[in-house]
Structures are given as C-alpha cells and as structure tokens.
C-alpha cells in the first residue's frame, strides 16, 4: 500500500484517504475473481469498470493475445492499415445496428464519444453549414471526462471546477422523467436549426443509478431525432456488448444511429480499445480531395493497435458470440431449468449487481455474500464493489 501511495495517482480518488479507505491491490485473478497480494478473492461484481465481460484469464483470449503479440507490437492506423484491424472491422460489421458502417478507433470510451462530436460536426461543415454548432444531450446523461464529455454530461462527478471549460448544451430531461420523450421532442423541434447531433444512451443511463427508460420511448426520440433531419449519436459504451439483454441497446430500441460509440466491452478488458462507428450517409461526407479540407484531421498514437488479437478468435468475437447467445441475458446463464448461473458458464456480466443477485451467485459459489464494508474490506474474501462515484457505471 505504500509503494502504490507513493507513486501512483488514482483516478476519482483522494489520494490524501487513499490508504484509509482499505484499497484492494489486485496480484492477479481467475475467472470471475480478483486476488489481491495476500491471496483473498473478491467477486469482481463491477467487471472492473465494465469491461471484462468475459472474465479474467480466458484461454482462448489469452492465446490469442499472446500469439498476435508474437507477430507485431503496434503499428499505425494513420495512413496505413493492417490485417487484424481490417478482421476486427469485418467482424464488427456483421454485428452492429449502423448501415454499411466504417470504424474510427479509438482508446477509450470517452475519447470515441470526442470523436463522434468532432465528426458531426464537421459532417455539416462538409456540407456547407456552418451554424449547427451545438448538441442536445439529457438529463442525467454521462458521456465520459473528456471537456466534450463533460460537457454533454449532466455535472455531477466533481466536474463543477471545471465547468468554465464546459461548452453549452441544449438539455433535455433524462430518463428519471416519466414525460422525458415529449418534452425532449418539444425542444428539439425548437432547437433543430442549430443542432449539430443529439446524443443518447439507450435504453440505460448508468452513471445517473441505472435510470432505465422504455424502449419505444427511446426508439419515438430517436425517430424524431432523424426526420428533422440531424445525426443521432448512440453511446453505447456501457450498454453494449450484451449488458442490456440485445447485444446493443440500440436494438432494442428499434433504431439505427448515425454513429455508434463503443468501448468497454470491446476487447473483453483485455486492452483498451474503442471505436466510433459511422454510416456510410455520414463516412461519404468527409471523402474528396487528398489532403482536401473534407478529411477528418484526427487520429491517435494507438487508435486500433495491432496488437488486438485477430477477430476469428480473438476478444470480439468470442464477446460477441458469448453475449448473444440464446441462453445468456443479462449475464446469467442456465443450466436445463435452473436459473442459478452455473460456474463454467457465468461470463457476461449484469450492467448492475445487486445484493440479491450477489447473494444468489454466492450461494451458487459457495463464496460470501456481500455483508457491506467488512465483506468488501481487504483480507477477507467478499465482493469488489467501490464507494467511488464510478461504481454504479
């Protein structure tokens, strides 16, 4: 605990109580468990963060990882491509609600949201509009801490110092509301001539305490979003990849947005990697010219790294075909008519767990129930839940 007081600075996190607070430092971990430096296991019941969606240790993952590192390190996307980037993108294609979509990467879910704002609004500029220069984003909305991401979010979060660097937003309510869709359709029809894009989290928004709305209220937002003609932005970084029951929310919501942000679950946990994933309505806008004022001047040092392991059987696609099978919803599987998540098969996490559902899968396990801060202390096997403000993401 010293060693790491000493030179580590912990994000959302007081370093001057740091050590107080019993911190978990994690050695290793199997399965669905973390094990700290004196050996106890922790129910990793937030996925560390919610990305690994498959668990820690997956052979398959692992073997993949470590055979494509075998072949090269990393090398650019900037110009330049590379084979497992092209299967991973072949792979995404098959699987996410976007018409005939191309992918920018990215390393973070934060940084793909950035992107999709720079893209709308350029997307215009391209078309010889210049005066839609703002967003429309809802009430309780959480798109990462990124300046653009701040500042399409609801505060909260210890952003207040930074809200002179926040840009405005044309707020709407969020899903707490009952009348949220109406209302947010009156101001967007209000606001319509100056929107650059209006960006969502369907069906869930986690950071505001997993504020869940109805689907064809969602799915009668979007629609109005699109018949007035500007672009809709899904952040599905925490809601993809199976937490909501539908590989994408989006689909549950029966819509298909202009740009797609991913993350999180994407690589399995197994390497931070993003992506903002556009239609092809929106990618033709930015094509002309080499080095024409219509190219997207942006990109980062490893934005779709070499080292993802190749899509046949790397995180993706086992992520995917975990998440969307028959017998998986909201990551608890079953074994004939049992509902008990079973041990082998237990992989895609919950987008929140509860005590009942911790209590369930420790009766199962045989593992402690969540007793609240002793079970969740270090030195003593319990669960690994966080009283940090990202705990609920």
């Known amino acids: 605990m010293q060693r790491d007081a000493a030179v580590v600075w912990h994000g959302f996190t007081q370093m001057a109580t740091y050590a107080d607070n019993a911190p978990i430092v994690v050695e290793r971990a199997e ?17 560390s963060l919610w990305v690994n969606t498959l668990g820690h240790r997956v052979p398959e993952l692992d073997k993949a990882l470590t055979d494509q590192a075998a072949e090269v390190a990393h ?6 491509g590379n084979r497992t980037v092209i299967e991973l993108s072949e792979a995404l294609a098959t699987r996410v609600p976007v ?34 220069t703002r967003y429309l984003a809802l009430g309780g909305a959480y798109h990462g801490d990124t300046i653009g991401g701040i500042s399409l979010g609801a505060g909260g979060f210890g952003t207040t110092v930074f809200d002179p660097l926040r840009f405005d937003v044309v707020r709407a309510p969020g899903y707490d509301d009952p009348s949220w869709c109406d209302t947010a359709i009156g101001i967007l029809e209000t606001h319509a001539d100056e929107l650059a894009a209006v960006v969502v989290e369907p069906l869930v928004q986690g950071a505001a305490g997993i504020q869940v709305a109805e689907a064809p209220d969602v799915e009668r937002f979007a629609h109005a979003v699109q018949s007035v ?28 947005p202009d740009l797609l942000c991913l993350g999180k679950g994407l690589t399995g946990g197994y390497l931070p990697m993003s992506a903002t994933v556009a239609s092809k309505a929106v990618y033709d806008a930015f094509l002309g010219e080499d080095l024409s004022e219509a190219t997207f001047y942006h990109g980062h040092s490893y934005a779709g790294t070499r080292s993802l392991p190749p899509s046949p059987c790397g995180t993706f696609s086992s992520s ?20 008990t998540p079973t041990s082998s098969d237990d992989r895609t996490s919950p987008l929140c767990v509860d005590t009942a559902s911790c209590a369930a899968w420790s009766s199962h396990h045989r593992r402690p129930t969540c007793g609240g801060a002793d079970a969740c202390a270090p030195r003593r096997s319990g669960v690994a839940f966080s009283s940090a403000p990202w705990a609920t993401w």
């Not at 979509?101 to 934060?110: E, T």
Request: proline share 1%.
């Open 320 to 339: 995917t075909s975990s998440a969307s099978s028959p017998t998986s919803r909201n990551g608890l599987r079953s074994s004939g008519d049992d509902s």
């Open 31 to 47: 399965g669905r468990e973390l094990i700290d430096v004196d050996g106890n296991r922790y129910l990793d019941a937030i996925s």
């Open 75 to 80: 090398s650019t996307l900037l110009g330049n």
């Open 229 to 256: 003609g500007l672009l809709l932005i899904a952040d599905e970084v925490a809601t993809g990849f199976g937490r909501t029951g539908t590989l994408f929310a989006s689909e549950q919501c029966g819509f298909r």
């Open 99 to 132: 018409d005939e979509m191309h992918v920018l990467y990215a390393s973070d879910g934060a940084a793909a949201v950035e992107q999709a704002l720079k893209i709308a609004f350029q997307f215009h500029t391209n078309r010889g509009t210049s005066t839609r």
